[in-house]
């Protein structure tokens, strides 16, 4: 079963068509690299597979849950990193991920390793968010999908805001998912690392899904 299958999906944004009939593929186990311009369509694609946007026209199922019928169904099995790393300002890092993995009904117990992993120092696990940089906002907002262990991983510019260690170690966690038998799809529109992680590489254009970029 495909982690991800769009046929002909459309996605209004008011009247624009954000997602003007695109077709997308994913299967377990593969990171697949979305690239294509700033308003391509890229960051709607992975809203609409993570069942925070409605379809409004055509076919799609993630983790086997039809989008059109139940998209709040996955909304539990995707981790999704945005542009937005939708954090509670006031609430700390160790605060935000527990309330990640009571919602997704994970031992609060895993915490501690996850924000480790990130290299978020123990010294900020009790400062509210708003006081830490946009790269340890990011690195925080990377613990909570590794908190969550989603099926299907979506991430927006999952490489920016972050140096080279964080950079790499992103990658890592990418490629961890991948071998565990998650998918993931990385949108962005730079070269760079995500080139040469990625199993398979797409095109978007106008809202559209191209060939398998060779």
């Known amino acids: 079963m495909s982690a991800v299958r769009l046929e002909g999906a459309v996605v209004l944004l008011g009247r624009f068509p954000a997602l003007a009939g ?3 593929s994913v299967d377990p186990g593969e990171v697949v690299l979305v690239r294509g311009p700033n308003g ?3 960051s709607t694609l992975l809203h609409l597979c993570a069942g925070l946007l409605p379809l409004s026209e055509g076919r799609g199922e993630v983790l086997g849950c039809d989008l059109g019928a139940d998209r709040a169904a996955v909304r539990r099995r995707v981790g999704l990193l945005g542009h937005d790393t939708a954090l509670y300002g006031e609430l700390s890092p160790a605060e935000n991920l527990d309330l990640w993995a009571r919602a997704s009904r994970v031992d609060a ?7 480790g992993r990130l290299g978020v120092p123990e010294r900020l696990w009790a400062v509210p968010s708003t006081r830490l940089s946009a ?20 991430l927006d510019e999952p490489h920016a805001g972050l140096d080279g260690d964080g950079r790499e170690l992103v990658s890592d966690l990418m490629s961890e ?15 760079g690392p995500a080139d ?11 809202g559209t899904v191209g060939a398998d970029a060779v």
């Open 177 to 191: 998912a991948a071998s565990a038998g998650a998918a993931v799809v990385l949108a962005s529109h730079e070269t």
């Open 22 to 24: 695109a077709d997308l």
């Open 196 to 206: 040469d992680l990625a199993t398979r590489t797409v095109t978007m254009a106008g």
């Open 109 to 115: 117990a895993v915490v501690p390793g996850a924000l």
């Open 40 to 42: 391509a369509g890229k």
């Open 135 to 154: 790269g340890q906002r990011r690195r925080v907002a990377l613990a909570a999908i590794v908190v969550r262990r989603p099926e299907l991983w979506l």
